[in-house]
């Protein structure tokens, strides 16, 4: 008899399965449809170090040539609470947010207004708003 074992939470903190949140996205199988959800994905990227999917997810204009993760083995990301998503119009949107992370033991937050600009069909990160 098959039993039904539960599935991990997704790392962004929708409270929904990974396999029906940010998966999809990360695997490239969907494009996020909202500034939130791809903000919402990078934050589960960063949680596995899937440095390619960042810099894909990052705009041309302000994308670094490369992540460093040196020393992330030491880094553990605890959570993601959104605090808000406006949409500006059909292009530009902003996402707050507050990241929790641990370094060696000792709890950070990492709070953020992130801007968004959407082109090709595809949301992109641009940066923090100043």
């Known amino acids: 008899m098959a039993r039904n074992l539960p599935t991990p939470a997704c790392a962004c903190g929708s409270g929904k399965p990974f396999a029906q949140c940010c998966e999809p996205y990360l695997r490239g199988n969907a494009v996020p449809p909202t500034a939130e959800a791809l903000m919402r994905s990078r934050y589960t990227a960063y949680t596995l170090m899937d440095q390619p999917y ?13 992540l460093d993760f040196f020393d992330a083995s030491q880094q553990q990301w605890i959570g993601l609470d959104v605090k808000s998503h406006r949409v500006q119009d059909d292009t530009h949107a902003t996402v707050e947010f507050v990241a929790r992370y641990r370094i060696n033991g000792r709890a950070h937050r ?8 959407k082109e090709g069909g595809r949301w992109l990160y641009v940066a923090a708003q100043d």
């Open 54 to 66: 960042l810099l894909a997810t990052w705009h041309p204009s302000t994308r670094p040539a490369g």
């Open 110 to 117: 990492l709070g953020e207004l992130s801007r968004f600009v």
